[in-house]
């Protein structure tokens, strides 16, 4: 068995789990705080959760990220140097780091999958205390994708919110909306029972407090884009003419940088100083 305790980040709706099995742990997506205005980073909500499995008296063993994210920073590589763990993600990783790294402009040595410990592939397994933890590619979101089953729960980090929510974007680079479609067809396929927990919520007027417990039964019957047996085509349809009408994540910049780096910043320039690279783009009616 295994016991799930989950920390609730407000300014960025992000959900980080450490999941306990044993005398061991690992955390799932686990944030770092960023005031955008000053460019000032803190380890608070993370050291938070490090102290919870200090006072449980368990050792954290793997930070698991279920993506690249764009919407917050990744504190995967402050608990490595914080607990050893080793950070986790998905093997086609390799190719939004590619993507990035021509954005950013970075040497292809500074983000590139030795950044992460393990690149994971569909069906690959790891262990930490009793339980055994399965990977399932859930591409859709970004390529790169993964959902982790443990002990029978899944962390289905984007590929899924809250029914009332639907489910995630799929304009971002290598993201597609027919793949989404087919990675919540293998997360639907669990049994009706299953536990999901998402990596995201975005409480409403009408639902005022977070959540991000839900299960396969509640997923199929209710949710908004895909529940009701919704056919493929008309998921793809829905999630390409609602992407196109959404902004970019207001972090997207410094944390795509930090996040295709497994965690770490930017390395050190002239002066000992880190800094995040913003690039320019014109309008289409102005040369650059």
């Not at 899944?154 to 304009?171: E, H, I, K, Q, S």
């Not at 977070?210 to 509640?218: A, E, F, G, K, M």
């Amino acid at each position: 068995m295994i016991d799930v305790h989950a920390s609730y980040d407000a300014p960025t709706g992000t959900v980080t789990y450490l999941v306990v099995s044993g005398r061991e742990a690992v955390l799932i997506d686990p944030i770092l705080d960023y005031d955008a205005a000053g460019a000032v980073i803190t380890t608070d909500s993370v050291d938070k959760v490090l102290t919870q499995a200090q006072a449980l008296g368990v050792r954290v063993t793997h930070v698991l990220e279920t993506h690249v994210h764009a919407d917050h920073l990744s504190a995967g590589d402050h608990v490595r140097h914080v607990t050893g763990a080793s950070v986790a993600i998905g093997s086609r990783i390799v190719e939004v780091q590619a993507t990035f790294r021509d954005l950013f402009g970075m040497a292809a040595e500074d983000a590139n999958e030795g950044a992460f410990d393990i690149l994971l592939d569909d069906g690959d397994t790891l262990t930490f205390g009793d339980a055994t933890i399965a990977v399932l590619h859930t591409p859709g979101h970004t390529p790169a994708c993964v959902s982790y089953l443990i002990d029978g729960v899944a962390f289905v980090g984007d590929t899924l919110f809250m029914p009332d929510f639907g489910t995630a974007r799929t304009d971002f680079p290598g993201g597609d909306a027919a793949s989404l479609y087919q990675s919540i067809q293998k997360i639907l396929a669990l049994p009706d029972e299953t536990v999901l927990y998402v990596g995201h919520d975005y409480p409403s007027d009408a639902r005022p407090e977070p959540s991000w417990r839900t299960t396969v039964r509640d997923q199929k019957a209710a949710n908004i884009h895909v529940g009701a047996n919704a056919d493929e085509a008309a998921f793809v349809a829905m999630r390409e003419a609602r992407d196109a009408t959404l902004s970019q994540p207001k972090l997207i910049l410094p944390a795509l940088q930090v996040n295709i780096r497994a965690g770490a910043l930017p390395p050190p320039e002239a002066g000992g100083r880190r800094y995040f690279k913003l690039p320019i783009t014109f309008a289409p009616d102005r040369e650059a």
